[in-house]
């Protein structure tokens, strides 16, 4: 009878399930004790038993499946065992019946028919892992060596034998193939008078070679003590002295020799007594660099090595009478010591001769004199408890023209009106200034307590010539810093408030420092500038003793340049490698003080530092040492 479609399709599932696990369950990798067909045999009974069971009537036939057909019966066939070939190797799994099977129906490379290879598995199917897999041999002659051909599913590595030195043994020591090779020569053993020679070997036989005895060394060209040299360890003889001397052997080519001092050289520095007087290196001085504190001096040889004689560092200026800043100067640029205040101001130099100085103020009045815009009282306040009288540009305080400083002067909100480029709102002061040479006038109002302006005039009328609202200094930039370069003449100064109404107290400073007849320009930063000198003087170093001293009488050219309260710039100016100028270079102040000058630091040309403290204004002049009018760069830099 046969099967339903659905029961078939069971059946195929089951058997095809069955088969896949046969390898397995067969144990032929794994070496289990259930045979091969074992397993085969039962899903043969299996599927024997469910094809031969009868199927279950179903009383509706519509129900399940379709009625069988007696056509369903005559079409049954015996189709014989089932064998499996999954890897397509062409052994099969199943039955006995199907030939050779296979263990490993996974794997094609595993079967029957495979020969057995080294890697841990049963290739051939015999139950035996990496069997039948020959030796290796590898090396010849002492080397030979012989290893499994398989270890643990590997194939070993056959390394062969390190090969020795051939020795008289019948045996390939080398390796190279051939026995007992280069050994039928005599022997030869011992060195200069004990060297002796014997037959080589004989039929893997060996003879000994015995050297003669040594005797002492002696000069006749022949190694009696057998030590491989010839007349060695004879005493030498020396004679000469210093780079003259000579050491030299007793025996030559083994024969007696004689013994030639060098001939002299001249000394130099070397360690070395070249010209074997018996001194070394006699004859050197000593050599010196370097100003001030800077100088050095060095012995010109030491220990037989050239010395170079290197200044030391320079240091800040101090009042010692020393060059400590190994410029060529003393005591330079060290300023002025100011005291007092109003009437009472002094100023002396910080330094003369070496000593520090001491200020003291000037005597004062005891009540303060009204109008004339000084602080009589020394108190700090200008006119205090007096009304204004510069109110007016007709009514200006005369300021002198050495320049100075005014504190506490007052602005009451009264304004006169004059064009300024800065412009203003509030009430306005008044200072005239007479100008006896060409200068660079310097204002500020640092310290002010309100928002000023100041301006330059020719007079009472007219335009401002110069004019500051707010200053570049970030440290008071609502006060104001402003400089003109004037001719001779008297000009008006005018200091206003910013704001509309604003009254109180200011502070003035002033300064005159002479511009001379050449051109006069503002710098503001870093750079190199250039120019042309005037062919006029007006201008030399006044600084009694500078190196530098009456010198410049041609003509010069000016930078000038501002520095904010509290800013120190450490300036330095140079024409060096950039003219053919003959210069002269001064670094002043606003009070005309000299912070530094220098003449023909590299060649003709000059470099100069100093220390320049703000507020004021300073100045870079470049002079000429000749007097002519020519053309010149300068490079300046610590601004």
């Known amino acids: 009878m046969l099967l339903s479609f659905e029961r078939r399709s069971l059946i195929h599932a089951v058997t095809a399930a069955s088969l896949a696990s046969l390898a397995a369950l067969s144990g032929c990798a794994n070496g ?51 064998c499996v070939d999954a890897d397509g190797d062409g052994f099969s799994v199943g039955p006995s019946s199907c030939g050779q099977l296979d263990c490993d129906d996974a794997d094609a490379t595993i079967n029957p028919g495979a020969v057995e290879v080294c890697n841990g598995k049963d290739d051939d199917c015999n139950g035996v892992v990496d069997d039948a897999i020959a030796e290796q041999h590898c090396g010849v002659g002492g080397c030979a060596v012989t290893v499994p051909g398989c270890t643990a599913g590997r194939v070993p590595t056959c390394t062969p034998g390190a090969p020795s030195t051939e020795i008289c043994n019948a045996i390939d020591d080398d390796c190279d193939g051939e026995v007992d090779e280069g050994l039928g020569t005599p022997v030869v053993c011992g060195v200069g008078a004990c060297e002796r020679m014997v037959p080589g070997c004989s039929g893997g036989g060996t003879t000994t070679c015995t050297p003669g005895a040594p005797s002492p060394e002696t000069c006749n060209g022949i190694d009696d003590d057998c030590d491989g040299e010839t007349d060695e360890g004879l005493p030498n003889q020396t ?160 300021l002198s023209s050495a320049g100075g400083t005014r504190t506490g002067d007052r602005i009451d909100g009264a304004a006169q009106n004059l064009t300024a480029s800065c412009g203003y709102n509030g009430g306005d002061v008044f200072y005239s200034i007479t100008l006896s040479a060409r200068s660079v006038l310097y ?109 410049g009488s041609g003509g010069e050219a000016l930078h000038y340049f501002m520095r904010c309260p509290g800013a120190t710039s450490s300036v330095t100016a140079s024409t060096c490698s950039l003219t053919s100028l003959d210069s002269v270079l001064y670094l002043r102040n606003g009070a005309n003080t000299e912070l530094s000058c220098a003449d023909d630091t590299c060649g003709l040309q000059t470099s100069i530092a100093g220390s320049a403290a703000g507020p004021g204004v300073f100045g870079i002049y470049v002079d000429s040492f000749s007097g002519y009018s020519q053309s010149y760069s300068v490079a300046v830099s610590g601004l």
């Open 32 to 82: 289990e004790s259930t045979p091969p067909d074992a397993s085969t045999h039962r899903a043969d009974a299996w599927i024997s038993s469910e094809m031969d069971a009868p199927e279950p009537e179903f009383p509706d036939a519509t129900v399940g499946r379709d009625a069988p057909t007696p056509a369903d019966d005559a079409s049954r066939v015996d189709t014989g065992p089932t």
């Open 239 to 398: 004679c000469g002295v210093g780079a003259c001397a000579r050491t030299m052997p007793t025996c030559v080519g083994g024969a007696l020799a004689a013994c030639t001092p060098g001939s002299p050289s001249t000394e130099v520095c070397n360690g070395v007594d070249d010209d074997c007087n018996g001194f070394i290196d006699d004859g050197f001085g000593t050599r010196t660099c370097g100003v001030g504190y800077c100088q050095r001096t060095v012995n010109e040889c030491v220990s037989g090595v050239p010395q170079t004689c290197t200044p030391g560092s320079p240091r800040a200026e101090t009042c010692n009478n020393i060059d400590d800043n190994c410029n060529g100067s003393v005591d330079e640029g060290l300023g002025t010591l100011s005291c007092g205040v109003g009437i009472c101001a002094n100023s002396v130099a910080a330094c003369v001769a070496g000593v520090p100085q001491t200020c003291t103020p000037r005597p004062g009045l005891a009540t303060e004199v009204c109008g004339n815009g000084l602080d009589d009282n020394c108190n700090g306040s200008v006119d205090e408890g007096c009304t204004p009288t510069n109110d007016l540009c007709g009514s200006a305080i005369v």
């Open 443 to 551: 204002v500020d109002t640092f310290g002010s307590s309100f928002d000023t302006t100041a301006s330059i005039f020719a007079g009472c009328s007219g335009s401002s010539i110069a004019c500051n609202d707010d200053s570049a200094c970030s440290s008071d930039f609502l006060r104001s810093q402003v400089t003109a370069v004037l001719n001779p003449g008297t000009y008006i100064i005018r200091v206003a408030s910013f704001a509309s109404g604003a009254t109180g107290t200011f502070n003035l400073r002033w300064q005159v420092m002479t511009a001379g007849a050449g051109p006069a320009t503002l710098i503001t930063g870093n750079g190199t500038y250039t120019g042309t000198t005037s062919a006029t003087s007006g201008v030399t170093s006044s600084t009694t003793g500078a190196p530098c001293y009456g010198r």
